[in-house]
């Protein structure tokens, strides 16, 4: 049985599970999995040196899948010191095979591949395989297969078209599967994933909502000491998670800086206020800038120089807010005064993190307040969730006492609707999008389906179609149905809405909104596309 995660724990004090990314979405998944067995995770490059890796103190090593075959020229590889530095490793599929490669065993194509559900049995006893029975079914994913194993290292599975499944070598805690058990179609995948965690790592279950309020706030109030903070406060949930966590931590030396860029959904602005202001009681900033933005914003069309301009226009409203509260504060420059406003809170999470760019993933696109700073960044960013996925955030903002409607909003992109007109942004056309949106969500309500999406918006094309209407031809905007499903938008699906849904939305958009003549669905899933637009 898997130990019971305690209901609440101190400040985490035990090094991560490191995930070692070979350039698939596997990483995510896996990461994910070994947080929902409350143990923490990071995912690092495949590039990262022995020396490195051992200063992160990991409790444990593993290797995910990958699309490459290890005997491509080049294929990614780690750095073989790895291996003997003590630590558990466990091999998934591409982990597996270049484990059993770099360590003296072989790796051939077969000419029999394995995909999808695949039988399994076991053929020796290994401590992630306890209480499994002989034959079961787990998922597979793999071309080439390990044919002799490395000096030291048993077989301990097999399957019809490879002999060696699994294997270990439980002296030095080296483990690899051919499977992938952080899929929901592997049979007791999360079990195995368990056993190593909490039996050959001997790592603590001890990642919970409540030790992740408990370590930020200890760690915000070792950044910022006495320092007065701003947050960008944007009505989305990983914002109002973000400075609901940081009010938690300091209290009155936090200001929330709602910027109301001409750019966020119908009613944005009434609820932030009605939330920080009247019932947290936070110290709130409402800065009305959407002349601004739409200004920087003419002529341009690149969904790239969108988010860079955004990003670096709110950090510039952010300077202007910090200065007028040293002016009200009497600050003079010296920057040890406390009321000298030297930090930004941010509300950055994980995929942020991931999708512009790292040594481990190539960039997807620049999200504003990642990629889209500017390099003249006068502040120190303050991000209590940039190691968090979404669904993490969600349970975090309700264990703060965030009122649901925040935290089940779904979610918005920092840029706001910048990035839902494709084309050049104006207020007019911001105008008719923000209306379309706002029937969107109220008929995916009315049809109880928004808790079920991850996303359902509207997207405007800046192009213009033909129509009739009234018996005249019209020459109007299309807009395009955006709605997704997903567990922490790394990958997605598009949603199959009901044929009577999409019949509402489409007569009450054309008829309500001015300026819309046409209505089309977006069926693309992620990948190959994105969920937004740009």
Known sequence: ????????????????????????????????????????????????????????????????????????????????????????????????????????????????????RTPLTITDRSPIFVDWPGDSEVWMSHGDAITVVPEGFVPTA??????????????????????????????????????????????????????????????????VGSSRVLCALSGGVDSAVAAALVHKAIGDQLTCVFVDTGLMRSGEGEQVEETFRRQFHVNLVHAKA???????????????????????????????????????????????????VDYLVQGTLYPDVIESGSDSAAKIKSHHNVGGLPDDLTFELVEPLRLLFKDEVRAVGEE??????????????????????VGEVTPERAEILRAAD????????????????????????????????GDGRTYAYPIVIRAVTSDDAMTADWAR????????????????????????????SKPPGTIEWE
């Open 497 to 524: 809405l009901p044929y009577d849904v999409l019949e509402r939305l489409s007569s009450r958009i054309i008829n309500e909104v001015e300026g819309v003549n046409r209505v089309a669905l977006d069926i693309t």
């Open 400 to 421: 703060l006492g965030l009122p649901h409607d925040i935290v089940w909003r779904q979610p918005f992109p920092g840029p706001g609707l910048a990035v839902r007109i």
């Open 1 to 116: 049985m898997s130990p019971s995660p305690p209901s609440a724990a101190g400040p985490l004090v035990d090094g991560p599970v490191l995930v070692v990314d070979f350039g698939a979405q596997y990483a995510q998944l896996i990461a994910r999995r070994v947080r929902e067995a409350h143990v923490y995770s990071e995912i690092v490059s495949h590039t990262i040196s022995a020396a490195e890796m051992v200063a992160r103190r990991p409790q444990g090593i593993i290797l995910s899948g990958g699309p490459k075959s290890v005997n491509e020229t080049p294929a990614p590889q780690i750095d073989p010191a790895i291996y003997d530095t003590g630590i558990p490793i466990l091999g998934i599929c591409y982990g597996a095979q270049l484990l059993a490669l770099q360590l003296g065993g072989e790796v051939a194509r077969t000419g029999r591949g394995e995909y999808g």
């Open 290 to 340: 959407s002349d601004r933005f739409f200004g920087a914003l003419a002529g341009v069309t690149d969904p790239e120089a969108k988010r860079k301009i955004i990003g670096e226009l709110f950090i510039r409203v952010f300077e202007e807010v910090a200065r007028d509260l040293e002016a009200t504060s009497g600050v003079t420059g010296d920057t040890t005064d406390p009321g000298a």
């Open 158 to 223: 097999q399957s019809p078209d490879a002999k060696v499944a699994a294997l270990h070598d439980a002296n030095r805690r080296i483990y690899g599967v051919q499977f992938h058990p952080e899929v929901v179609h592997t049979e007791r995948g999360r079990d195995l994933l368990e056993r190593f965690l909490y039996d050959v790592c001997g790592c603590p279950p001890s990642w919970t909502h409540t030790s992740i309020i408990e370590s930020q706030v200890e760690k915000i109030r070792a950044q």
């Open 438 to 469: 706002a029937i969107v969500v109220e008929e995916i309500r009315r049809a109880g389906l928004y808790r079920d999406l991850w996303q359902s918006f509207a997207v405007m094309p800046a192009v213009r179609t033909v129509g009739v209407m």
